[in-house]
């Protein structure tokens, strides 16, 4: 796997250890991992600390983020979309959008370059995950009936 | 003023005094108020704490967003737009666009309805700071050159 998915990947697993939500992200500047985090909905009982919410927020005041990569096991919804795009993050780089299609038309539309690793063990994690939490993923992304 | 912004304005009086950026919400549900805040950029030195975002943290974990209005000093960026789509609130009144036109137009394009209040009170006090801290500002919407 990509060095950078990873280490997302790795945040990930830490999070469904925590019995969080298994989403990890990192931020990536000149080949270095300047802020990483994961999905903390359930850990911190906080609704905005999607996964690459908490990333941006652990990476602190970066000012400029023209050379930056975010790196994300799942494809961004829009809230963290919202963010690459307001903050002018060039290149969004996923572990897969199967289990959620998210906000790729957005990122895009907005001059986002968007790659999908499509990796079956990111697409297997989290599939396990909204079988066995559907109301919580459903929660997460603002789904509930 | 209208009640509810006049909530969302004392919030971003009470960021400025703080010496942070003067920009406030609150999150409104059966006439009342169920979350409020401010931009924390500089009070935690976190680039994530826009005022909504804030605001919508401090709510807690809301689930149904369907029956809740989102109040804010002015019009929200997209990461705040962002949050605003994807948890499904179907509401939002802003103090004023004058000093940031935001991302109306994403927010209208994905059914949500937009109330612009035009408030002097609102507009002088971000004029008024973005002259103070034009930096700053820039920093907070990733528009640093």
Redesign the interface.
């Known amino acids: 796997m990509d060095r950078f998915m990873g280490e997302a990947a790795r945040e990930a697993r830490a999070s469904l250890a925590e019995g969080g939500i298994p989403i990890g992200a990192v931020l990536v500047r000149d080949g270095a991992v300047i802020g990483r985090g994961h999905n903390r ?1 359930v850990q911190e ?5 999607h996964a690459e ?1 908490d990333c ?2 652990n ?7 023209g050379d930056c990569v975010l790196y994300s096991t799942l494809m961004p ?7 690459v ?4 993050i060039p290149r969004v780089v996923v572990g897969e959008s199967a289990n959620f299609a998210g ?1 790729r038309d ?1 990122l895009e539309e ?1 001059g986002v370059e968007v790659v999908d690793l499509d990796l079956l063990a990111c697409r297997e994690m989290m599939h396990r995950f909204i079988l066995d939490r559907p109301t919580l993923w459903d ?1 997460d ?2 789904a ?1 009936e």
Do not use: W
């Open positions: 909905r009982d906080d609704p905005i600390l919410i941006l927020r990476a602190g005041r970066v000012g400029r983020y919804c829009y809230l963290c979309a919202g963010a795009v307001q903050f002018g906000a957005f907005h929660e992304i603002g509930l």
